[in-house]
C-alpha cells in the first residue's frame, strides 16, 4: 500500500500554516519533481482526499486553472480536528476571485524563502497584527524573519500610482525613524522588499521613495536567481539577501 513521504508533510504543513491554496507549478516546486511526475502526485492525493481543488475563473487566461488545498485526510494528517474541517473548506471555496493572482504572486515570494532558507517566522498581511499597529499606516504584504534578517514583503503588480505609492514608502520611513518598528519588533532588521514587474517600475517607484533601507526587485528574477544572488537596488547601489549555509537550513 502506498504511503505518504516526506515532501507530502512538508506541502500538507505549508497549506495549514502559510498557503490557502497553491497552483501545480508551486507544489513541483515543493515536492522537487518535474511536471509529469507532480501530476501523478497531484492525481493520487487528489484520488485519497489528501487533497481537493477549486477553478479560477477570472480571467480568460485563468479559465479552470486548478488551486490545490487540503482535503479532509491532509487536513487531518498535519493534526488538525476534523471538526474544524468544514470552516476552513468554506472559507477557500468562498474565497473571491478578486485578488488571487496577487495572492498568488505573494505566495510564490514566500514559497522561495521556505525552501531556500531558514524562515523562523511568517506573519502574513491577513494578520491582526497590522491592524493593531496604527503606527504603521500599511498593511503589508508581509512580514518574514528569515536566516539572520528580517523584512516586509510588498508585491506590486503594477496596480498603484503616484501618491499612494509615495505615501507607502513614506509611511514605512516614518514607522522605522520614530521608533515604532523598534517597539513592535525589538533587535530586527528593518528592511521593505519590493517585488514588482519590470525594471522600468523599479525605477519609477525608486524616485518616489528613494532609501536605503527599500529594496526593489523584480518578480522574474527574484524567482530565477537564488534567494542571495546581489540583485536588488536601492538608493547606493545593489545588494544580497544574507545566505545560510546548508547544513543550518531547516524547513518551517
Not at 515570494?109 to 494578520?127: M, Q, T
Not at 522600468?200 to 518616489?208: E, S
Request: hydrophobic share 40%; proline share 3%.
Amino acid at each position: 500500500m502506498r504511503q505518504l513521504q516526506t515532501q507530502h508533510f512538508l506541502l500538507f504543513r505549508l497549506l495549514r500554516d502559510h498557503f490557502l491554496f497553491l497552483t501545480r507549478g508551486q507544489i513541483e516546486r515543493v515536492l522537487t519533481l518535474d511536471t509529469r511526475s507532480t501530476n501523478r502526485e497531484l492525481v493520487w492525493l487528489l484520488r485519497q482526499q489528501y487533497l481537493l481543488r477549486r477553478y479560477r475563473a477570472d480571467t480568460f487566461s485563468n479559465f479552470q486553472m486548478p488551486l490545490y488545498y487540503l482535503g479532509k485526510l491532509g487536513w487531518h494528517a498535519v493534526g488538525n480536528p476534523l471538526d474544524s474541517y468544514k470552516g476552513y473548506r468554506r472559507e477557500i471555496e468562498q474565497r473571491s476571485e478578486r485578488g488571487i493572482e496577487h495572492t498568488l504572486s505573494i505566495y510564490d515570494v514566500l514559497l522561495k524563502f521556505i525552501l531556500e532558507s531558514h524562515v523562523k517566522r511568517i506573519i502574513a498581511g491577513e494578520d491582526r497584527i497590522w491592524q493593531e499597529s496604527i503606527d504603521l499606516g500599511n498593511i503589508p504584504d508581509a512580514w518574514i524573519q528569515f536566516n539572520n534578517d528580517e523584512a516586509f514583503i510588498e508585491v506590486d503588480l503594477h496596480t498603484e500610482w503616484g501618491e499612494a505609492l509615495k505615501r507607502k514608502f513614506e509611511n514605512y520611513r516614518r514607522f522605522k525613524e520614530s521608533g515604532g518598528y523598534r517597539n513592535r519588533f525589538p533587535g530586527c532588521t528593518f528592511r521593505d522588499l519590493v517585488i514588482t514587474t519590470t525594471e522600468a517600475r523599479i525605477d519609477f517607484m525608486q524616485r518616489l521613495g528613494p532609501s536605503d533601507d527599500i529594496w526593489f526587485c523584480t518578480l522574474q528574477e527574484f524567482l530565477r536567481e537564488p534567494l542571495n544572488h546581489a540583485h536588488w537596488f536601492a538608493l547606493r547601489g545593489f545588494y544580497a539577501l544574507p545566505a545560510l549555509s546548508p547544513s543550518t537550513k531547516e524547513k518551517v
